[in-house]
């Protein structure tokens, strides 16, 4: 879990915290159990896209 919360808060440019609240988010909008998700993130089947709203330094 923490390893795939700093692997998503390096490829977004966000920090921890909202990291894991996109993570969080993802498996719940998928419907998948978290630590899947985050299996999944470490072993670079997934990443997470950046919100197209907000800019880089928006979530810091």
Do not use: C, N, W
């Amino acid at each position: 879990m923490h390893q795939a919360t700093g692997m998503i808060s390096a490829q977004l440019e966000v920090g921890l915290a909202q990291a894991f609240v996109r993570l969080r988010a993802y498996s719940f909008a998928h419907e998948r159990r978290l630590g899947e998700v985050a299996g999944d993130v470490v072993a670079r089947r997934l990443r997470l896209k950046r919100d197209r709203q907000a800019g880089p330094d928006s979530t810091r």
